[in-house]
């Protein structure tokens, strides 16, 4: 078993910026990909960004690429989530994800079984 906490979500004035952090613990062993997806209100839930071991082989959602950065800690066993330039289509409850599968190239929610409870991130105009 994975255990995920996310932290870091908040309120921000579009243009700004937050760092989602997600605390990764259990059976880390068996992970091959950490993913951050976003659910918005009346929304299906999205891929974000997606970082696999060493930090190698990242894979971001296109309306992220060039704002958004992922990385990781692994002396903390944790997963970060920088967002710059934050515009208000960025507003959603962010959900930090582990999958124990091989990587398919395609982030997709179905391949990642553990989650966390999330972090809502509220982007204004």
């Known amino acids: 078993q994975v255990q995920l906490v996310e932290s870091g979500g908040g309120s921000v004035q579009a243009g700004g910026s937050l760092r989602l952090s997600c605390a990764v613990s259990?059976?880390?062993?068996?992970?091959?990909?950490l993913g951050w997806f976003r659910q918005a209100p009346g929304k299906e839930r999205e891929g974000v960004a997606r970082?696999?071991?060493?930090?190698?082989?990242?894979a971001y959602t296109d309306s992220v690429k060039g704002r958004f950065t992922i990385s990781q800690d692994n002396a903390k066993n944790t997963v970060y989530l920088q967002m710059n330039n934050l515009k208000p289509e960025d507003t959603a409850m962010y959900y930090c994800?582990?999958?124990?599968?091989?990587?398919?190239?395609?982030?997709?929610?179905?391949?990642?079984?553990?989650w966390g409870q999330g972090t809502q991130v509220t982007v204004s105009s």
């Open positions: 970082i696999g071991p060493g930090g190698f082989t990242n």
């Open positions: 259990g059976y880390t062993e068996s992970i091959y990909s």
């Open positions: 994800a582990a999958s124990n599968r091989p990587w398919s190239g395609v982030l997709r929610e179905q391949d990642f079984p553990y």
